[in-house]
């Protein structure tokens, strides 16, 4: 007899588009264990900079599904964070105001990075 296969869960996604048609689609779920270690990193010994780089960071991680750049769709999640830390002052500028939106909807409990 087979077993039947369980779906997996799927979370949902929202999209967020910069001036130039980028999109980058976020994820709308975060777990207990994540939402735990980003306020971990804002309460922690940083430097209040780098604890809001590193808090950014961590939620770009947990966050990003896809990120199209010039028609060009990023999927894999070591190159999109790759690319992350590679972005443009004006691409960190759009995914910090895309997290912050995105945070304000789905985790109104997260201090915004």
Same mark, same amino acid.
């Given at each position: 007899? @087979?077993?039947?296969? $369980? +779906?997996?869960?799927?979370?949902?996604?929202?999209? !967020?588009?910069?001036?130039?048609?980028? *999109? &980058?689609?976020? $994820?709308?779920? %975060?777990?207990?264990?994540? /939402?735990?270690? !980003?306020?971990?990193?804002?309460?922690?010994?940083? +430097? /209040?900079?780098? @604890?809001?780089? /590193?808090?950014?960071?961590?939620?770009?991680? /947990? %966050?990003? *599904?896809?990120?199209?750049?010039?028609?060009?769709?990023?999927? $894999?999640?070591? +190159?999109? *964070?790759?690319? !992350?830390?590679?972005?443009?002052?004006?691409?960190?500028?759009?995914?910090?105001?895309?997290?912050?939106?995105?945070? @304000?909807?789905?985790?109104? +409990? &997260?201090?915004?990075?």
């Amino acid at each position: 007899m @087979a077993r039947r296969k $369980r +779906e997996k869960l799927v979370a949902p996604t929202a999209e !967020y588009r910069d001036p130039d048609g980028n *999109v &980058l689609t976020l $994820r709308g779920s %975060l777990t207990p264990g994540a /939402r735990g270690e !980003y306020a971990d990193i804002l309460a922690g010994g940083l +430097e /209040r900079e780098d @604890a809001w780089q /590193r808090a950014t960071e961590l939620l770009f991680e /947990r %966050l990003a *599904v896809s990120w199209t750049i010039s028609g060009l769709e990023i999927t $894999r999640q070591k +190159e999109l *964070v790759g690319r !992350y830390r590679m972005a443009s002052t004006d691409e960190r500028r759009f995914i910090r105001d895309a997290l912050r939106e995105h945070a @304000a909807e789905h985790f109104p +409990e &997260l201090q915004a990075p």
